[in-house]
Each structure stands twice: as C-alpha cells, then as structure tokens.
C-alpha cells in the first residue's frame, strides 16, 4: 500500500471510528470551529467494525435492547445472535416474573428486528399489550358517571408535604407544600402534579418531608402516602394512600371538549379544601411546556389547586390542574387525560417516566393549507436518528403505524412511547413519493435537549436546532460564518437574520442550570442595508420543536 493510500485510510478510520472521539475534540474546542464533521462508521474497514462490537458488548451489560439494535446495524451475523439471546433470555425472565412491561420492551425488539428466535416467543406484542391494558380496567371506572358534580367533591383529596420547620430571619415557620388530587381506584391510587410532591423524589433535596393526603370528608385526618410513579415532563404523579376511596373519577377524553364547553375544578385552593369552580375551555392548545400543547381555563384557579380534576357537567376528569398565574385573573392551565391515561401503565409501575426522543429538531411542514407531516430540520450527528439513516429535510409521515401530520401528533404519538422501546418511523425524502422505514432505538431525553446538541455538534450545526439558522463557516480557528439558511419562524427569523448575511459568533453563555444559551453575534445584517450591528439573541434549550 502507497502512501497516499495509507494517508486516506488513516482518515477515514478516524472520521468514522464513532462519535466518541470527535464528540470529545468539539467540546473541547468550542471557540473555534471543527471543519470535519461526525460521519456514520464504516463498518465495511475492519478497524472500525472491531471498535463497534468492542462497544457493543460494553453497552450489553447495561442495556441489551440497545446493544442488539446496533448489531442490527453492524450487520454482523455473530454479534447479532450474541446480542439477541440476551434479549431472549431477559425476556424469559420478565415473562417468568410477570414484569410484563419490560417483556413487551423486549418482544417488540425481538418481533421488530426479525431474528431467527423471535419466532418462538411465548407471547407476542399483541398479548402483551393487552396484559398491560388489563392491569388498568380497575383505573378510572364508570360506574359513578353520570352523578352531580357537587357530589364528586368527596372523590378529591387535599395533597399535604410536610417540610418541618423553616427559619428565616431567626424565627421558625412550618414548611409545607399544599396541592390537590383525586382517586382513580377503589383501593387508594390517587392523581397529582408532579411539583407538588417534587423535593420527595429530587435527589438533591436534603431536607426532612412527609407526604400525606386528607380526605374531603374528613379535613383533620392525615393520612399516609407514599409517591409512586412521577413525570416531571408534564408534571404528573400517582400517589398511594391506604384508604377505601369514598368516589372513584372516570378518565374521560378531552377531545370531547371544545372552545367554549363548560368545565369544573375541584380542588383545595390555598388549603381551602372542598372547592368548585366552574368556567369554560379558553383553548386547545397552548405550549407552555415540551411534552405537548395543554389547555387554557378560565375557571378560579389558586395556589393548593394544583393536582385537581377539571371535569366536565357528566363528572368525566378531562383534564388535570397544574398551572395558574395568579396575577392574571381567568389565566390558567391544565394537562390533557390522554397525557395521564398514555403514562398510566409506567407510572403505576413504579419511579420516575422517562420520556423517549429520536434526537432530532423539526416543524409541521405545511403545503396548500395542509399539515403534511414533520419536517426534521435538525439530526444530532452520532445520534439514534442519525445512526438509523435519518437526515435533516426527511419529512416524518408516521411513527409505530400512527399518522404524523404535524408536530402535535408527534408528540402525542411519542409521550406514549418511554425510552428504551425499538419503534418503527416512516419518512419521505426529497422527490420519492414512496414512504421509506426505519427502526430507532429511542434513548432517554434530557431535560434540555438543545445542550446536548451543543456539546456533541458544531456551533454551524447546533445553532440550526437551537436558534433556526445554519451557518457555514468562512475561516478556520475563527468563529466568523456566513448564514446558510433560516428556518422560517424560529428565533433567528424573528431576529431579523437572513440568509447570507455574514455573522460573527462573540460570546456564548449558558444560565446556572443550562436551560438558556444566550450568545452575541455581530453582524452585517441585509434586511437593514448591511449595517454592521452587535445583536444579543438567546434561546430556550428545551422546545416542543426537540423531539
């Protein structure tokens, strides 16, 4: 081998050896621009096949669906059945010990990925889904639809955390947190926020707390609760309380719901315990946080309200309380039931809910008044998306056999779905007319997404996810770029930036808790006649645009 042959084989191992190592050179290099960007690994050179079986076997001790998907990458006939037995065999024991769960995570990898032992497993997909629907028939029953509204105060609960005592200016205080519930099973399971019960799952929380729930019937008896299943993404948590439930809500749909349909809240508004309100639905479809749009109520809504129904005149719970701001009369929010009843099976499993993302940003594309889909216009170099064959300008059509017409179905459609699962995404790709397939394995997502594209990307790449333009860069070792493209809508839009403007990247800053990246960027901006201008723009690091 010559070597100018040897020259080219050297970088194409490097370029293509895996994220790691390049993941590593960009974070570390962030004031200035790396030109060679991650590639997919090549598996056909043996250096870097060796490499990905190394770390699929390290990632096999810890989680075996991922390990046998990235065999079904490699295409590696040996590593592949290596991997897949032990997806059998953990799927054997959840079988064995009724976690069915975790079998039916397992099942649809072995049905999905097609090995030769996925023939003989001792219940499909199908009846496993089943099992788990099964586990919920005794959740929200019906039997009491149809009562006054007045008589469903009984079903509700004041939430009670107690903190001890809190000292401040040398006077102690008793600290507590106050919110709302209501049952959903005979036998004590009980809904509420998230932030209600919050310092009890942080694990940075240090201090003392107690959680307890007292009956609408009888105010003065506390009893207790243990927490146990939360999602801090759409502030949901099921509690449970050792008590006979006096009323059982029925878990409705709020797609029954229209603007303008009347709706109750029930709940213990600064303690008060024992209140309905009434109003009407304001909107549909409000995004004030990730996990999907929420509803808009003009119905009172206090502090303590926090965790209750919002039911509808036939006593059917179609929404959960879990916002209001108080200084601004008849403005408040509450989460969907689909959101509760999607989560229920994992929360009433036990611990925290992580929510599932392919690692990628996009929009609704729209054409001719329609929604067609769910254009990416983001993929995170060395991610779960990227490493399927998914690219920036796919357009999303459908996810596990759902229709997707534009971001809300989405994620709606990926709420349901926690991380770990195997799912099937179709997409079109420039002209085809014809949908193509591919299978994802969908990781846990973070709390701010758009900073783990920063820290594994570079700046032109990740500022196309996190500010809607991409850059192309117009000197090495200089954060100096010329704009690409701007992403109709998006930060950079509504800052007034176009495409080919030249910029300069200044200074980029995070907040304490990486939820802001806020940046200086001078530029020679054409939409007012190319006069240079310092322009300070800042972007949240979590969106529903982060899927």
């Not at 699929?56 to 998907?69: P, S």
């Not at 506390?222 to 059982?248: F, H, M, N, Q, T």
């Not at 996009?362 to 998914?390: C, F, I, Q, S, W």
């Not at 299978?439 to 990740?462: A, H």
């Amino acid at each position: 081998m010559n070597k100018m042959k040897k020259i080219e084989l050297r970088k194409k191992i490097i370029a293509t050896i895996g994220c790691s190592l390049l993941f590593i050179c960009i974070n570390g290099c962030k004031s200035t621009e790396i030109s060679e960007s991650f590639e997919l690994p090549d598996y056909t050179i043996e250096d870097v096949k060796k490499e990905e079986i190394k770390r699929i076997e390290e990632i096999g001790e810890t989680d075996c669906v991922q390990a046998y998907w990235r065999a079904f990458l490699l295409k590696d006939q040996k590593t592949f059945e290596k991997c897949e037995e032990n997806v059998v065999s953990e799927y054997k024991k959840a079988i064995e010990e009724k976690k069915w769960l975790e079998a039916r995570r397992l099942c649809y990898a072995l049905e999905y990925l097609g090995g030769a032992q996925s023939k003989k497993l001792e219940k499909n997909t199908d009846e496993l889904d089943a099992l788990c629907l099964e586990a919920l028939k005794s959740f929200g029953s019906d039997k009491n639809s149809g009562k006054k509204v007045s008589e469903l105060i009984k079903g509700t609960v004041t939430v009670w955390v107690d903190k001890g005592i809190k000292v401040e200016n040398g006077m102690g205080y008793a600290d507590r947190v106050i919110g709302s519930g209501f049952f959903i099973s005979k036998d004590g399971y009980i809904v509420t926020n998230h932030h209600v019960i919050a310092d009890l799952v942080n694990p940075k929380y240090e201090g003392y707390a107690r959680l307890y729930v007292k009956l609408a019937e009888d105010s003065e008896t506390r009893i207790p609760a243990k927490v146990v299943g939360w999602d801090s993404g759409v502030d949901l948590a099921v509690l449970k309380a050792e008590v006979d439930a006096p009323y059982v809500f029925n878990l409705g749909s709020s797609g029954s719901l229209e603007v303008g349909d009347k709706v109750y809240c029930i709940g213990s508004p600064v303690g008060l315990d024992r209140t309905l309100t009434s109003g009407i639905v304001s909107a549909s479809d409000r995004s004030l946080f990730s996990g999907g749009p929420v509803m808009q109520i003009d119905a009172a809504v206090n502090s303590g309200n926090s965790g209750g129904p919002c039911v509808d005149e036939n006593g059917n719970v179609q929404a959960i309380v879990f916002a209001g701001m108080l200084q601004y009369s008849g403005l408040n929010f509450a989460i969907p039931v689909e959101y509760l009843i999607s989560e229920l099976p994992v929360l009433l499993n036990g611990g925290k809910y992580d929510h599932s993302w392919l690692e990628a940003n996009g929009r609704t594309k729209r054409a001719g008044g329609r929604d067609l889909g769910v254009e990416l216009n983001y993929v995170m170099p060395g991610g779960n998306a990227h490493r399927a064959g998914l690219k920036a300008g796919d357009l999303i059509t459908s996810i596990e056999g759902s229709k997707i017409k534009n971001l809300e179905d989405l994620k709606k459609k990926m709420l349901g779905i926690s991380s770990g699962f195997i799912i099937k995404v179709k997409y079109l790709r420039g002209e085809d007319s014809a949908e193509n397939e591919v299978k994802v394995y969908v990781s846990s997502r973070p709390l701010n997404p758009g900073y783990t594209f920063y820290k594994n990307d570079v700046i032109s790449s990740s500022f196309t996810a996190i500010f809607g333009m991409k850059l192309t860069p117009l000197s090495e070792g200089r954060r100096k770029y010329q704009i690409e493209s701007v992403v109709k809508g998006s930060i950079a839009d509504e800052s007034g930036f176009s495409e080919n403007d030249p910029v300069e990247v200044k200074n980029i800053n995070f907040d304490k808790e990486n939820t802001t990246l806020y940046t200086e960027v001078y530029a020679k901006n054409r939409k007012k006649g190319y006069l240079d201008i310092n322009v300070g723009i800042a972007a949240p690091l979590d969106s529903p645009n982060y899927f």
